[in-house]
């Protein structure tokens, strides 16, 4: 119990603050807005600590099944986190835009972020860098199918019509990953794996992974605390940043660096290790993800509770966002990255950052 106990350190630190955080929560929000704003940093940190060991016992599983169901268990664990943050903070005050914005963070984040980082850093390592560029080309043109019907086109549904078509919505993006999914895991699977040659020392596993119904439910425990933090921090966050000029996707930024923490620390460790087809699959399948798990579940959301919610990009996102696929479908065309592909990216990344702290 105790070796169990010391290898989930995290886990035990973030149990012990949230019984804390939901036993203070009022009297930190009476404390004022300095008091509020310093435990909603102190809370960020502690479930982005939960969402660590979340991704740790998502990549046990995903040891044990093997590719391709091993990245859709990394990329469905970090999209569960979001989901679970981003519903718990819109049950709170209303905030139209938070959805919206915490998708597009995460696309940005994902492709420009992770895939530029990890093109810099193992491109100057080894060069180029070989994956299957099936899996690219599959990826992109889901994506950009996915964010036009769903946060493109809504710009041009008339008001009286958005029930209707947010059913539409939830409707075409389930049947849109069903269909991926089945193809991904049958006649397609080979699109989303490459054959790296095996190098000494590469056969060391986590000691933990034959526990699979361990892994199961230490990664369902950390859900749950992930979700208890969330709704003391988006209170105390609130208060925090009130009138503070903070641009409002700031919230956004945070939700969608939560869930992508983890899979940027699994993304560079592959990328440094000369393979790239896990990069591609973790960026590009947590921002397919993303973009038709959350939506369907925060448009019934929005349906369920009367609520309209904004899901239409703005002018500025949806242009970084055609530019983002425009690049990614023009590099990752040919099976090989490199540092000067990587740079692209991740000068649109900086882009983004800038344009966010712009209030853009």
């Not at 960020?44 to 268990?73: D, N």
């Not at 995460?106 to 850093?121: E, S, T």
């Amino acid at each position: 119990m105790l070796n169990l106990l010391r290898k989930e350190l995290f886990l035990v630190i973030a149990a012990a603050v949230a019984v804390l955080a939901m036993v203070t929560e009022h009297s930190i929000l009476h404390a004022g807005q300095g008091a509020s704003l310093i435990a909603g940093i102190v809370l960020i940190g502690v479930i982005i600590m939960a969402s660590l060991r979340v991704a740790h016992h998502a990549e046990i599983l995903a040891e044990k099944v093997g590719e391709p169901y091993g990245t859709m268990i990394l990329t469905l664990s970090a999209v569960l986190v979001e989901v679970v943050i981003l519903a718990i903070m819109l049950n709170g005050s209303p905030q139209p835009t938070l959805a919206r914005d915490t998708i597009y963070s995460a696309v940005m984040l994902d492709i420009n972020g992770i895939i530029g980082v990890a093109a810099i850093l193992g491109g100057l390592k080894h060069g180029e860098q070989p994956y299957n560029d099936a899996s690219g080309k599959t990826y992109i043109v889901m994506i950009m199918t996915g964010m036009g019907v769903s946060m493109l086109v809504p710009e041009f549904i008339p008001i009286p019509h958005w029930q209707v078509y947010s059913i539409f919505s939830i409707a075409i993006m389930v049947f849109l990953y069903g269909m991926f999914l089945r193809l991904q895991t049958t006649k397609h699977s080979y699109f989303f794996s490459y054959a790296y040659e095996a190098r000494g020392g590469e056969a060391e596993h986590h000691d933990e992974g034959n526990k699979t119904w361990h892994s199961v439910a230490i990664l369902v425990t950390g859900l749950v605390l992930i979700g208890l933090l969330a709704e003391v921090m988006s209170k105390t966050l609130e208060v925090g940043l009130e009138g503070t000029g903070i641009p409002p996707i700031f919230s956004a930024l945070v939700v969608a660096t939560i869930s992508a923490s983890p899979e940027i620390l699994t993304a560079l460790r592959a990328a440094l290790a000369n393979r790239m087809q896990p990069v591609i699959n973790i960026a590009l399948g947590a921002s397919l993800s993303t973009v038709v798990l959350t939506v369907p579940v925060i448009e019934l959301l929005a349906l369920i509770q009367g609520e309209q919610i904004v899901m239409a990009l703005t002018p500025t996102q949806s242009i970084m966002t055609a530019l983002t696929l425009l690049v990614a479908a023009i590099n990752l065309n040919d099976g090989q990255t490199n540092a000067i592909e990587g740079t692209t990216h991740f000068v649109l990344f900086c882009a983004f950052l800038m344009l966010a702290f712009m209030g853009l």
